[in-house]
């Protein structure tokens, strides 16, 4: 250790120089966000916030709007449902993490789980009022969107990706190929225009698509033209004697890939899935742009409030924590998958 | 070898992706009639006549004059302008920054290294979005321009924006770039007869002096003939505003700073993969050569790391561009802010979304183009 910090003069000086500016910045934080912070006021009241401006942080505002950057307009006696919906995706997912090798109990699972995260959001039944989706907003929005593109996008990425290597059929290739670069190549903002602009004259006259099914259908033709990426890549490093091996056995196109080939090829990339889904996460921050609310934008909607305009930045820090806290556990979570899977793979 | 699909000789393939087509065929027509049945109920005009029309928006800064009841096309042309501006600064900056944050991560100084992989952790796992907001809010509660923070006394940082030194040019500015190019040819031309001449001769004629000798000179020589002045401006607070230098708005500097503070973390971590790579071989063959850590980073590691960290950081530098888009979200007027408008305005959405994704596919195709073209030049003698 001190070889590593003091090695030398210049290494001592900048050890030295680091670390005065790191204690000179992390005193002034923790004075900001910790000592002189306003922890808790009275409801609806800014004043002890106000009283405190410039001198130490206003978390009270997070206690006062929590509910509302959370589930942002769904009906305030009904919040326990999107809770609740939240609370079934995240263990859906950890358990997912838990037991990724017993495939056919987690499908059941999922299924299961997304019924009722269904039942849960709409209601309709079981005496539960119904929402309409137009009301959805906050973080279920931002796990939903992300969740159901990604579920979709994989299917849709496996086929481009298989299409984009069908030497055998041309034609299709090239289909496949250009959807692929021309996704790739547009930013998301546009692609959520052409949902939230282009897409409603495209329908016959009369059928109108609910404006988050439009960003969700967006989200997933983006999700999958970078997944398929993901996935040629996996599909390129099965070895030529897997296919024939297969082939030998007299196994056809289908049952050679969904048997022997999509199996090692999609394991390999795990790691570069999950690292997908994080930017496909935090991608879903876009949608704000044509006007939903997903985290981010609730967030932004609290801070409107004459009462507590001016302070965003408390608003915004805690918002990115909470996006923190999600991705940096899963981008943990896909670096231990890589290193398990190198291990297996030298074995 | 690949599997054949079964039936995918000859004409049965064709069949198939003849059905295929046919099926995809049938959706476009279908979405193509809805649309025009569509646009004739909402009485929307088609066709690209709106470019030509007089655009109602104001647009709060831009490179090229503008202003509101000049066309379409010119709002079009500024707002891509101004995309190509952020995206040019952001990478200018990204860069440096993330070689330098990559290098810091693998620095043995534990307390550099640790800052250095806390800002690539915290910064690549929130959105970017969340970013600009933040770093939006932070530049509206800086001083206001009377009290501005000075940087060396040449930047100024304030709620207004950033102020940095610029050229100002008193007259026409294309000789300059004329002569530039000039030079930039004659430069390459003397570049290569050197080449050839020390290939016969053994000796290499110099270069340098003479490159130098043109662009100064042809410069100083074509602002002579026609009579432009050229003089470097160092902002300096006069009355209520800054005289000299060029402002960058609050927008702007946020996301210019925004795009190259996220961008930066991810060349850091390419950067890191790239000299991670090199087999440690090669340190110890620079330290048995008696060389210092420093001198063997720069003069052995890293020019095999490029090979390796440019294809990857080419992706990041279209991300780059891309994410400029989000300018919208913060109020920069960028090519897809400006086409928002134009679409509310003239509610021609489809021939508008058309233009953001040509443009971009544009941009996407020259940055590519370009470090490609670098990417083979780096590439050794056989990697071509």
Request: with cysteine.
């Amino acid at each position: 250790m001190r070889a590593n910090l003091f090695g030398g003069w210049v290494n001592a000086l900048a050890t030295v120089t680091i670390a005065v500016l790191v204690a000179t910045v992390a005193s002034k934080l923790a004075h900001w966000a910790v000592i002189d912070a306003v922890w808790s006021a009275p409801p609806g009241s800014s004043g002890p916030c106000r009283a405190a401006r410039g001198v130490g942080a206003c978390w009270a505002l997070i206690g006062e709007k929590y509910r509302f950057m959370l589930f942002a307009t769904y009906p305030y006696d009904e919040h326990w449902r999107p809770a609740l919906a939240c609370a079934i995706i995240v263990l859906l997912y950890l358990a997912t993490a838990l037991y990724r090798h017993r495939l056919c109990w987690l499908a059941a699972l999922w299924g299961a789980g997304f019924a009722a995260v269904a039942i849960l959001m709409w209601g309709g039944i079981f005496d539960l009022p119904l929402v309409g989706q137009e009301r959805w907003g906050g973080l279920p929005v931002t796990l939903l969107l992300a969740t159901v593109g990604i579920g979709t996008a994989l299917p849709l990425g496996i086929l481009l990706a298989l299409g984009r290597r069908a030497d055998e059929l041309p034609l299709i290739r090239l289909v496949c190929a250009c959807y692929i670069e021309l996704i790739r190549a547009m930013p998301l903002v546009s692609l959520l225009f052409m949902a939230s602009f282009v897409l409603p004259l495209f329908m016959p006259a009369g059928v109108s698509i609910d404006k988050l099914l439009r960003a969700q259908v967006a989200f997933t033709m983006f999700a999958a033209a970078y997944m398929a990426e993901v996935i040629r890549g996996g599909l390129q490093g099965v070895g030529h004697g897997q296919v024939e091996a297969a082939t030998a056995l007299g196994l056809g196109y289908w049952r050679t890939h969904a048997l022997i080939v999509l199996p090692q090829a999609l394991r390999s990339v795990i790691p570069a899935l999950v690292n997908t889904a994080i930017a496909m996460l935090k991608n879903t921050s876009l949608v704000l742009i044509i006007g939903l609310f997903d985290f981010l934008n609730a967030a932004k909607a609290t801070i409107v409030d004459p009462a507590w305009q001016g302070f965003g930045l408390e608003m915004f820090i805690s918002i990115s924590l909470v996006y923190f806290v999600i991705c940096f556990s899963l981008s943990k979570y896909s670096q231990r998958l890589e290193g398990q899977l190198g291990q297996a793979a030298r074995h | 070898m690949r599997v054949r699909m079964r039936g995918t000789t000859g004409l049965r393939a064709w069949a198939w992706q003849a059905l295929a087509l046919a099926c995809l065929a049938a959706a476009v027509w279908w979405l193509a009639s809805n649309a025009l049945a569509n646009l004739e109920a909402r009485r929307i005009n088609s066709g690209f006549d709106f470019l030509q029309r007089p655009a109602a928006m104001p647009i709060g800064e831009s490179v090229i004059a503008y202003r509101p009841g000049d066309s379409n096309l010119r709002a079009i042309v500024v707002g891509l302008l101004n995309t190509l501006l952020v995206s040019a600064l952001g990478i200018a900056l990204a860069t440096p920054l993330g070689v330098a944050i990559g290098i810091a991560r693998l620095s043995r100084n534990w307390l550099l290294a640790r800052l250095a992989s806390g800002y690539v952790e915290y910064v690549r796992n929130v959105p970017l979005l969340a970013h600009l907001f933040l770093l939006y809010i932070l530049m509206q509660g800086l001083p206001s321009l009377r009290a501005a923070w000075s940087i060396g006394n040449v930047m100024f940082l304030s709620n207004r924006g950033l102020v940095v030194p610029a050229l100002a040019v008193d007259g026409p500015w294309w000789p300059v770039v004329v002569a530039i190019a000039v030079a930039f040819v004659t430069s390459w031309g003397l570049h290569h007869h050197a080449d050839r001449a020390q290939v016969r001769t053994g000796r290499r004629p110099p270069v340098l002096p003479w490159g130098i000798v043109l662009s100064i000179g042809g410069v100083a020589l074509a602002l002579a003939i026609v009579g432009t002045r050229i003089s470097f401006g160092i902002p300096r607070l006069d009355g209520l505003n800054f005289a000299g230098g060029w402002t960058l708005s609050p927008e702007l500097t946020t996301l210019v700073v925004g795009l190259s503070l996220y961008a930066g973390a991810f060349i850091a971590e390419i950067v890191r993969g790239g000299i991670l790579a090199i087999s440690p071989g090669q340190w110890e063959a620079g330290y048995a050569l008696g060389l210092e850590r420093r001198r063997v980073l720069r003069l052995i590691v890293l020019p095999q790391a490029l090979r390796l960290i440019v294809p990857p950081t080419t992706n990041q530098y279209l991300d780059l561009a891309k994410s400029s888009s989000l300018a919208i979200a913060i109020g920069y007027p960028d090519l897809v802010a400006v086409i928002n408008s134009i679409i509310t305005d003239t509610g021609q959405a489809i021939e508008a979304v058309a233009m953001i994704i040509a443009a971009f596919l544009m941009l996407n195709l020259g940055i590519a183009a370009l470090m490609n073209w670098w990417n083979a030049r780096i590439a050794p003698a056989g990697w071509r």
